[in-house]
C-alpha cells in the first residue's frame, strides 16, 4: 500500500522512508502510527528524538511532509483516521510532549488536516511559515511556450552564454556509477558541498534508476563535466533535487545551459504536467517558475505536560510581536 503503484509521490513511499531511516545519523528511534477505516490507511512516519519529543521522519531532501493514506479516504474519513493517531500519540506508553512536523504543504491541505486534527485530539497546536516551494504549470505546453514566458533577463542571458562556449549536456534515466561519480566530483567542488548527504543521493538515484524515474543531467565543456543536476519525475510533476557546478566554470553559466535541457526533456519527452524546484525562495527560481506556495512548520504540545504550557506562553508572546504569523 506504500508501494511506487499506490503512491504517485516520493515522499510517501516505504522505499523514502526507508532511506530516510538507513541514513539516519542521529541515534533516533521510530515511531510509525498506522489508523484503518472502511478498506482505508493512514500512517504518521515519525522519529523519536528523545526526552518526549518527536518531529516527522524528514530530512534535508524533504521536500513535503504530510500524512500519507490508502485507500483514497475522503476528507471526513482523513480527518477521522489522523484524530485517532493523534490521540494514540498522547496515550502510554508513548506519550509524547512535543511533535515538530516540517515542511507541510498548505496547498493540498496537509497543513490544514494536521492542525485540525491534533487540535481535535486535545494537543496545543502552534503553525508558523518554514519555508517555500516554487512550480511551474506546464500542462499542454511545449518547451518553446514554456521557454517564450520567460524572463527577458533569462533567456538572454541563455543565448549570450551559448555563443561564448560550446557546452554539451546529456540527461541519464538510468543509474550509472561513472556517471554518478561525476556528480559526486562535481558536488564535491559546488559552492554548497557540506548540505545534506551525498551517500543518501545516491541510494535515491540508484532506486529512482530502476524504477525509471531518474533525470540526471551533466554539462561538459571540452568533454569534462562541469555541471550537474539531480531531477526524478513521478506521474503528475518533476521534482528537482540537487544543483552542483565547479566554481572555476560559472562564468559560463554551465547551470542555466544544463537547466534549459533538463527543462527541455521533462516537458517534451517526459510530458509532465508540473515542475517542483524544491524548497527555498532564492530569488532566481521566481525566472523558472510561475507558483510559489508557503510550506508550514507545525508544533504540537501535549498539555498533560507543564512543559507545553510555558512553550505556548513563549510563543504567544512571540505572535504578539508577528501578527502575520499563523496561531
Not at 534508476?209 to 551533466?218: P, Y
Not at 532564492?282 to 504550557?309: F, G, V
Request: with cysteine.
Amino acid at each position: 500500500m506504500l508501494d511506487c503503484a499506490h503512491q504517485p509521490h516520493l515522499f510517501n513511499r516505504d522505499y523514502w522512508f526507508d532511506l530516510l531511516w538507513q541514513h539516519n545519523s542521529l541515534g533516533v528511534q521510530p515511531i510509525v502510527a498506522r489508523t484503518w477505516g472502511d478498506r482505508c490507511r493512514a500512517w504518521l512516519f515519525l522519529a523519536d528524538t528523545g526526552n518526549k519529543r518527536a518531529t516527522g521522519l524528514a530530512n534535508y531532501y524533504t521536500l513535503a511532509f504530510r500524512p500519507v493514506f490508502c485507500g483514497n479516504p475522503d476528507e471526513r474519513t482523513k480527518l477521522s483516521l489522523v484524530i485517532a493517531s493523534a490521540r494514540r500519540l498522547r496515550q502510554r506508553p508513548i506519550r509524547l510532549a512535543e511533535i515538530i512536523f516540517e515542511p507541510v504543504p498548505r496547498e493540498d491541505g496537509s497543513a490544514e488536516l494536521l492542525v485540525n486534527a491534533f487540535r481535535a485530539a486535545g494537543w496545543m497546536v502552534s503553525r508558523h511559515p518554514k519555508t517555500a516551494s516554487w512550480t511551474a504549470n506546464v500542462e499542454g505546453k511545449t518547451f518553446e511556450q514554456y521557454w517564450a514566458e520567460r524572463p527577458g533577463a533569462l533567456t538572454n542571458t541563455v543565448a549570450r552564454k551559448r555563443k561564448k562556449a560550446i557546452i554539451a549536456t546529456e540527461i541519464h534515466t538510468r543509474f550509472d556509477p561513472a556517471i554518478w561519480a561525476e556528480y559526486e566530483s562535481i558536488y564535491a567542488e559546488s559552492w554548497k558541498p557540506t548540505e545534506g548527504s551525498i551517500t543518501f543521493l545516491r541510494a535515491l538515484a540508484e532506486r529512482e534508476g530502476a524504477e525509471g524515474a531518474l533525470r540526471l543531467g551533466i554539462a561538459r565543456h571540452d568533454g569534462e563535466a562541469i555541471a550537474a543536476q539531480l531531477w526524478t519525475i513521478e506521474p503528475d510533476r518533476a521534482l528537482i533535487h540537487k544543483l552542483a557546478y565547479r566554481p572555476t566554470f560559472a562564468q559560463l553559466s554551465p547551470g542555466t545551459i544544463l537547466s534549459v535541457a533538463m527543462f527541455k526533456h521533462v516537458i517534451d519527452v517526459d510530458q509532465v504536467p508540473l515542475i517542483d524546484y524544491g524548497t527555498g525562495d532564492e530569488a532566481y527560481k521566481a525566472d523558472w517558475m510561475d507558483r510559489r506556495a508557503t510550506l508550514d512548520q507545525i508544533h504540537c504540545r501535549n498539555p498533560a505536560y507543564a512543559r507545553s504550557w510555558l512553550a505556548i506562553a513563549r510563543n504567544y508572546a512571540a505572535q504578539l510581536a508577528r501578527p502575520d504569523q499563523h496561531a
